[in-house]
């Protein structure tokens, strides 16, 4: 909890409607250790999505995409509220493409993401095995 007095007692930053100029929300503005604890929680968040399978990542997709769906009318409001583009813009550009996204990641994360094969064009480097290997 002390993170949470540090973000207040560093102030606040406005957010508005560029198009109203309309107040949406202020958020605070974090200190220079509150940064650092968020940094090394997200070296651990890394840690323990790198030890997830893909069919674990498969489902957190999938949920990340009901949610979504879920709360569609939300945040298409509050992404027209935070960039001042029309609602339907927002649906359109925003939260169609990024459903798109997540279904299919989910469908071919494991595809794209294995290993392959990077052939040499150096013929004096032919007896060399070289791999393109994606890690979190």
């Given at each position: 909890m002390a993170a949470e007095s540090q973000l207040v007692d560093a102030g606040v930053l406005e957010v508005r409607n560029p198009a109203t100029?309309?107040?949406?929300?202020?958020?605070?503005?974090?200190?220079?250790e509150a940064v650092q604890e968020a940094v090394n929680e997200a070296r651990i968040a890394h840690e323990r999505w790198r030890a997830t399978t893909f069919a674990e990542r498969r489902a957190l997709l999938g949920r990340a995409a009901e949610v979504l769906l879920d709360n569609l009318d939300d945040v298409a409001a509050t992404i027209t509220a935070e960039t001042g583009k029309p609602l339907v813009e927002s649906f359109t550009s925003e939260l169609i493409v990024s459903l798109d996204a997540l279904v299919w990641l989910g469908r071919n994360a494991e595809t794209v993401l294995r290993p392959e094969r990077v052939p040499t064009a150096q013929p004096l480097l032919r007896h060399k095995r070289g791999w393109l290997v994606y890690e979190p």
């Open positions: 100029l309309e107040l949406v929300g202020a958020v605070s503005i974090a200190t220079p």
